[in-house]
C-alpha cells in the first residue's frame, strides 16, 4: 500500500484544490474530508478545514461552512479567510449579529479592504432593519407590560416601555401581537393603575391599535366598552380627555369605513358597525349633560359630535345621525348652554364649554335639510326653554336665558326668533332690575347675544338701549357695567344711526374706549369680565381715532394678547376683530368720486376715508402692535380647537398676518415668534378666501427667508401647495411675483422639495409665466425654473420635441435685465450640462443661437459671462460637429482673450471656464497647443 492511498494530507489537499479549481465540487469535498483524517498537524489540518468550509458554502450548506471555518479559527483567530467564510454562512444562517462581528475582525485587520468595508455596511444596516421587526416580538411585548406593571421598576424604565407600546401599535404586524397576546386586557390593567402616564400610554396604544382597522377597533370597542372609555374621557385632566377624544376619533373612522384600507370579503360580511356607531353616539350624548364628567370630558365629547355627526358634504342625503342626535341629545346640549357657573351645583365646565356647545347647535341646525326638519328643531328648543320658566324660581329662569344665549351664539335664526316670543323680552327686564349679579350679569349677555346687525327682534333694540344705559347709570359693579357698555356699543352698530354712539350720556366713542381699556388692564378683574372688554374694543376699534389710541396703549395691547394666550378661547373672535380693525386689513369699499359729487348734490351723507385710516397711520399702527408680541399671540391662536377656531376666524387671522407682512423690514420678526409655522394651517383650510390671504401672507416669507428658519422641520413641504395655489390667472401681479419668488427659494433647498413642487403641478403655471408681459414675474419664473432643471422631470420636458420651452430660454438670455438673463443663462448652462442632447438641440431652436452665446461670453456682468463660458464648455464637450462650428467662430477669440487675463478673484470663474473650454478644444484636436 503506498502512502497515496491510505492518504497523503498534502496530496490530498492539493488534489482538493485541483477539484475545486474545476468546479467538481463534490469531488473536492471528498478529497480534503480524507485528508483532515490523514492529517495530524493541527496547522494544516486548520487550512483544509478553510478550504472545505468554502465548498460547502458552494454547496449552500452554510450550517457546514460556518462550522469548518470555526475550527480553523480556533487555530488562528485572525485567519482572516476563514473568518470572512464564516461571516458569509453565518449571514445566510440570518445569524447577522455574529457574521457582523466576523467581518468586522477582518476589517480590522485589513482596513483597506473594499469588500470587508462594503459587507461591514451592509450588514449594520441588515441588522438594524431588523432589529425593527423583531423589535415586535412576542417576548418583548410580554417585556414592556412586565415593567409597566410591576412595582419597581424605576420611572425612566417605564416610561422607554410605555414609549416603546405606542410605536409598536402604530404598525399593523405590532398591533397584531399586542392583540394577540392579552394586550387589551393588560392596557386595561394599566389604566386601572391611576396613574396619569400610564393611563396616557395605554390609551395611545389603544388608539395605534384601532387606526384603520375595523376587526381590531371592533373588538377593542366590545372588550373594553363604550361606557369604560367615556369614564377614562370624563376624568378631569386635559391630556386624558384630549388622548381618550383621539381614540374615539380612531375607532369611529375606523368603524364607519373612513379610513380606506381594504380588507377580506369575510370581513366586511360579518361586522355590521352601525350598531356599535349607535352606541357611541349615545354614550357622548349622556356624557354631555352628566355631572360626573369633567370640563375637559365634556368638551371632548361636544368636540366629537361637532366632528362626526353633521355630514362633511351637504351632497351626501344621508344625515341621519343629525336627526337621530336632535332626537336624543338636544336637550342635552341646550342643558349645557344654560349652565350658569356663578350659581352652586352646576355641570363641571371649562371656560370653552358653552361656546363649543354653541358651535354644535350651529352645525347641527346647518345640516338639515327642509323646513319640517327646522320646525322640529325649533320646537324642541321652544318648549326646553319655556319649561324652564317659573315665577318662583329665579335660577330656573337664568338658565332658561342662558340657553336662549347659547342659541343666539349657535343657530343665530332659532334664537332671534325665539326672543319675540311672549314672555321673554319680559323675562330679561325682570332679570335686568333684580339685586342678584347674578341675574343681571346673564340678562345683559342675553341682550348682546341678541343685538347683532342680523337681529329683526327690534324689540331687543327698542327696548335694549333704554335699559342698558340705566344700569350703565346706576350700578358700581364693574362687571356689570363693563357688559351694560358692550351691549350699548353693538347695539349702536346694529340699530344703524338712529341710536349712533353719539347719543350715548358718556360723549365720544374715544372715551368708552378708555375706559374698555382700563378695565382690560385691571388684573383684579377676572378673566370672563375682561374678555367683554375686548369685545367692546372690537367693536368701538371701527373708529380711526380709537384704533389709534389703542395702539399707542402698549399696555393695554399687551394685556389683550396675554388674553388671547389663556386657556379662555372663547375670546379668539373678539382679539380677530379688533387686529383687522387696528390693521384695517378688512374688504375696503371703494369710494366712487361721482358718488361723492352726487351724495353732496343731493344733500346726502358722503362717506368720507378718516385721516387716520390713510396708509402711514396702518403701518404705524402695524408696527407698534409686532412690536408689542403680536405673533406669537396669534400663533397660539391658530393651534386653539378647531371648533372654536371657525373659518370666520381663521379668516381674521389670515387678514391680520397678511397686513403684518407688508413690510419686508417685518418678516423677520414673524418669523422670529413662529408666524411662518402658525400661517401653514391658515392657508390649508378654512374660506377661501382666508386660504389665498394666508397663502400671500405665506408667499412673503417663504420670498426673502431662510426657509428651512422659517419653517423648520417637515413643516416646509406643507408650503408648496398653498404657494402653487397662488399661481394663475385668478390671483393678481403680486400674488403671482411673491408666490415664484417663494418658490424659487423653496427649489433651491433640496431635491425633495422640487419634487414636490412638481406633484403640485407647478411646472405648466411657472413655464406660463416666464412668458409673462410683466418684466418683474418673466424673471422670477425663470429664476424658479433655473433652480428646478436639476429635476430629470424637467430635463425630459426640455428634451420633448414640438414645444418652444428650449427657444424661451435662449431668447431670454439676450433680454436687456442682467437679472433675467443671469437666471436663463443658468438654467441652460444647467440644462446641457446634464443633457449632451440639449447642446444640439439649442443650436437648432433659433438661428440666433451663436450670436446669443457671443454676447453672453463678451458680457461685462462676470455672473452672465461665466454661465456664457459654462454653456460653450458643455457644448464643446457634447458634439464634435457641434463643437468644430464653434471653434471656427469668433468665438476662439474671445476664449482666448478671456483666458489669457490675470488671475482676478472677481473674475476668476469666467477666465477658469475659458481655460478649461481651451484645453477641451485641444483634446478634441482643433485647436494646437500654444507655442511661446
Known amino acids: 500500500m503506498t502512502m497515496g492511498e491510505m492518504g497523503d494530507p498534502v496530496q490530498l489537499k492539493e488534489e482538493g484544490n485541483k477539484h475545486f479549481q474545476a468546479g467538481e465540487i463534490d469531488q473536492a469535498i471528498e478529497c480534503y474530508t480524507k485528508a483532515i483524517k490523514a492529517c495530524k498537524d493541527e496547522k494544516a489540518q486548520a487550512v483544509i478545514y478553510r478550504n472545505r468550509s468554502a465548498c460547502f458554502l458552494k454547496k449552500e450548506n452554510y450550517s457546514g461552512a460556518a462550522s469548518d471555518a470555526s475550527r480553523a479559527i480556533d487555530v488562528d483567530a485572525s485567519d482572516i479567510k476563514a473568518l470572512y467564510r464564516r461571516c458569509q454562512a453565518l449571514e445566510k444562517l440570518g445569524k447577522l449579529d455574529m457574521a457582523f462581528k466576523d467581518v468586522q475582525r477582518c476589517a480590522t485587520l485589513e482596513p483597506k479592504n473594499k469588500t470587508f468595508l462594503e459587507t461591514l455596511r451592509r450588514l449594520g444596516a441588515e441588522i438594524q432593519q431588523k432589529l425593527k421587526t423583531t423589535f415586535s416580538t412576542d417576548s418583548r411585548v410580554q417585556n414592556m407590560f412586565d415593567i409597566l406593571l410591576s412595582e419597581e421598576e424605576d420611572k425612566e424604565k417605564k416610561e422607554k416601555a410605555a414609549n416603546n407600546l405606542i410605536v409598536l401599535a402604530r404598525e399593523d404586524a405590532g398591533s397584531e401581537r399586542i392583540f394577540q397576546n392579552n394586550g387589551v386586557a393588560l392596557l386595561m390593567q394599566l389604566i386601572e393603575t391611576g396613574k396619569v402616564e400610564m393611563i396616557l400610554a395605554a390609551i395611545r396604544t389603544l388608539s395605534g391599535m384601532c387606526t384603520g382597522h375595523r376587526a381590531r377597533a371592533t373588538a377593542i370597542i366590545h372588550m373594553v366598552g363604550v361606557d369604560k372609555l367615556c369614564s377614562i374621557m370624563g376624568i378631569d385632566n386635559e391630556e386624558i380627555a384630549l388622548a381618550t377624544c383621539n381614540l374615539f376619533q380612531c375607532v369611529y373612522e375606523s368603524l364607519s369605513g373612513a379610513d380606506s384600507r381594504i380588507y377580506g370579503k369575510e370581513e366586511a360580511l360579518v361586522l355590521d358597525s352601525s350598531k356599535d356607531l349607535k352606541t357611541i353616539l349615545l354614550a357622548l350624548l349622556e356624557m354631555i349633560g352628566s355631572k360626573k364628567v369633567s370640563g375637559h370630558g365634556r368638551d371632548q365629547a361636544l368636540n366629537l359630535l361637532t366632528k362626526n355627526v353633521p355630514r362633511k358634504d351637504k351632497k351626501d342625503p344621508d344625515h341621519s345621525k343629525t336627526l337621530f342626535t336632535i332626537d336624543h341629545g338636544l336637550r342635552k346640549i341646550l342643558k349645557v348652554c344654560g349652565q350658569v357657573p356663578d350659581l352652586p351645583d352646576q355641570l363641571p365646565m371649562t371656560e370653552n364649554t358653552q361656546l363649543i356647545a354653541s358651535v354644535l347647535l350651529n352645525k347641527l341646525y346647518d ?37 336662549l344665549s347659547g342659541l343666539l351664539q349657535g343657530p343665530f335664526d332659532v334664537g332671534n326668533i325665539l326672543v319675540g316670543r311672549q314672555g321673554v323680552m319680559e323675562m330679561m327686564v325682570a332679570l335686568c ?24 327682534a327690534s324689540f331687543i333694540i327698542s327696548n335694549g338701549v333704554s335699559l342698558l344705559k340705566d344700569i350703565y347709570k346706576k350700578t358700581n359693579n364693574e362687571k356689570i357695567k363693563i357688559r351694560a357698555l358692550v351691549g350699548l356699543c353693538k347695539l349702536g352698530s346694529a340699530g344703524g344711526d338712529d341710536y349712533s354712539m353719539r347719543q350715548f350720556a358718556e360723549g365720544s366713542t374715544e372715551k368708552l374706549a378708555k375706559q374698555c381699556r382700563k378695565w382690560l388692564c385691571n388684573p383684579t378683574l377676572d378673566v370672563r369680565t375682561r374678555k367683554w372688554a375686548i369685545e367692546g374694543l372690537a367693536y368701538l376699534t371701527s373708529d380711526a381715532d380709537v384704533k389709534d389710541d389703542f395702539v399707542e396703549d402698549e399696555p393695554a395691547m399687551r394685556a389683550m394678547f396675554e388674553l388671547a394666550k389663556s386657556r379662555d378661547k372663547t375670546i379668539l373672535y373678539a382679539v380677530a376683530c379688533t387686529l383687522v380693525n387696528c390693521t384695517n386689513s378688512y374688504d375696503k369699499k371703494e369710494i366712487i368720486p361721482e358718488m361723492v359729487q352726487l351724495a353732496k348734490f343731493s344733500k346726502q351723507h358722503v362717506p368720507e376715508q378718516h385721516p387716520k385710516d390713510k396708509k402711514d397711520f396702518i403701518q404705524r399702527r402695524v408696527k407698534r402692535l409686532l412690536k408689542a408680541g403680536v405673533t406669537s399671540a396669534l400663533a397660539v391662536m391658530v393651534k386653539a380647537d378647531s371648533s372654536i377656531l371657525t373659518d370666520q376666524t381663521k379668516e381674521m387671522l389670515a387678514r391680520v398676518f397678511l397686513a403684518l407682512a407688508e413690510d419686508p423690514v417685518d418678516r423677520g420678526t414673524i418669523v422670529a415668534h413662529g408666524g411662518g409655522k402658525a400661517l401653514i394651517p391658515l392657508a390649508i383650510e378654512g374660506t377661501d378666501l382666508g386660504k389665498i390671504k394666508a397663502s400671500h401672507a405665506l408667499a412673503k416669507i417663504a420670498a426673502i427667508s431662510k426657509p428651512e428658519i422659517a419653517f423648520p422641520g417637515e413643516r416646509v413641504y406643507e408650503v408648496v401647495r398653498p404657494l402653487v395655489s397662488l399661481l394663475n390667472t385668478e390671483r393678481d401681479g403680486l400674488q403671482n411675483f411673491e408666490a415664484l419668488r417663494g418658490l424659487t427659494n423653496l427649489a433651491a433647498m433640496n431635491d425633495k422639495l422640487r419634487v414636490k413642487i412638481l406633484k403640485e403641478k407647478a411646472l405648466p403655471e411657472i413655464e406660463n409665466y416666464m412668458f409673462e408681459e410683466h418684466d418683474q414675474i418673466r424673471q422670477a419664473a425663470t429664476e424658479c425654473m433655473c433652480n428646478l432643471v436639476c429635476c430629470k422631470e424637467v430635463q425630459d420636458r426640455y428634451l420633448e420635441d414640438g414645444n418652444d420651452k428650449l427657444k424661451l430660454l435662449v431668447l431670454l438670455c439676450s433680454e436687456d435685465d442682467e437679472e433675467l438673463q443671469i437666471a436663463a443663462a443658468g438654467a441652460l448652462a444647467m440644462l446641457t450640462a446634464a443633457q449632451k442632447k440639449l447642446s444640439v438641440k439649442m443650436t437648432k431652436v433659433t438661428q440666433q443661437w451663436l450670436e446669443i452665446l457671443l454676447r453672453l461670453c463678451l458680457h461685462d456682468n462676470p455672473q452672465i459671462q461665466h454661465r456664457g463660458l459654462v454653456m460653450v464648455f458643455n457644448m464643446l464637450d457634447a458634439d464634435e460637429e457641434l463643437a468644430k462650428k464653434l471653434i471656427e467662430s469668433e468665438l476662439l477669440e474671445i476664449l482666448s482673450y478671456v483666458a489669457k487675463k490675470e488671475d482676478n478673484p472677481k473674475i476668476q470663474a469666467g477666465i477658469d471656464a475659458a481655460r478649461a473650454c481651451l484645453s477641451k478644444a485641444m483634446d478634441l484636436g482643433l485647436i494646437k497647443p500654444f507655442t511661446q
Do not use: W
Open 367 to 403: 345640516d338639515l335639510r327642509c323646513d319640517p326638519e327646522r320646525d322640529n328643531y325649533r320646537d324642541i328648543c321652544d318648549d326646553y326653554i319655556k319649561s324652564k320658566f317659573d315665577p318662583n324660581d329665579m335660577d330656573k329662569n337664568i338658565h332658561a336665558i342662558n340657553a
Open 433 to 456: 332690575a333684580s339685586e342678584r349679579e347674578v341675574d343681571q350679569l346673564v340678562a345683559i349677555e342675553a341682550i348682546i347675544h341678541g343685538s347683532t346687525k342680523m337681529s329683526r
